[in-house]
């Protein structure tokens, strides 16, 4: 079994990969691995390398990959976080201004960025738009799915709750019993710009 967390960045994927790593589960988070990921994007094919040596993936990489992966790894669990969309783009503002387009436009970070959004520059409104669609439809993939593999967070709510409904979510699809986790510990918030909640 794998997790897919196919949001897009800052879109909580940070902080739902430490929430999962507190109930030992290790989610690879937008890899680093610049050859897996010039492989992927070269070949088009999605990064299940990466996945194959981890618990599962987030970020970007589920974001254009999910429906393929979805397919190799059928028993996935999908976990969807989102937030606010005018909170998102000043998230993405600040991101943008910390890790701007390479000047060559030969990142592994441009390359991922155009292939989910289009385009790898700033343009708040494209942005928008792109994500729009793809919450749309990662909405309709869960509408589909009979088995109930999908759970959504909301990180503009309650960070208690949140956590709560993480750990039955996994404790039902899993097998493996995070009631006493669910108890003592809490849904992190990780990767804040200054003035968020």
């Not at 759970?151 to 960070?159: A, F, K, S, V």
Request: charged share 20%; hydrophobic share 40%.
């Amino acid at each position: 079994m794998k997790i897919i967390c196919p949001a897009p960045s800052k879109m909580g994927t940070v902080s739902l990969c430490a929430a999962l790593k507190q109930l030992g589960i290790a989610v690879a988070h937008y890899p680093h691995d610049e050859v897996v990921q010039h492989y992927s994007l070269r070949l088009g094919e999605p990064p299940t390398r990466t996945i194959d040596y981890s618990d599962g993936i987030a970020d970007l990489p589920a974001a254009i990959w999910w429906r393929e992966l979805m397919g190799i790894y059928p028993d996935s669990q999908i976990i969807v976080t989102y937030r606010n969309f005018d909170a998102w783009v000043k998230s993405m503002l600040t991101h943008y201004a910390n890790n701007p387009p390479s000047p060559t436009g030969y990142s592994v970070h441009d390359a991922l960025r155009i292939a989910f959004y289009g385009f790898c520059g700033v343009n708040a409104d494209k942005w928008t738009e792109v994500a729009n669609r793809h919450y749309v439809a990662l909405a309709r993939a869960a509408e589909l799915d009979v088995f109930a593999h999908w759970h959504y967070i909301d990180l503009d709510g309650d960070n208690e709750q949140n956590w709560r409904e993480l750990c039955d979510f996994l404790t039902r699809n899993t097998g493996i019993d995070y009631s006493e986790e669910r108890e003592t510990m809490t849904f992190p918030h990780l990767n804040k710009t200054v003035g968020e909640k």
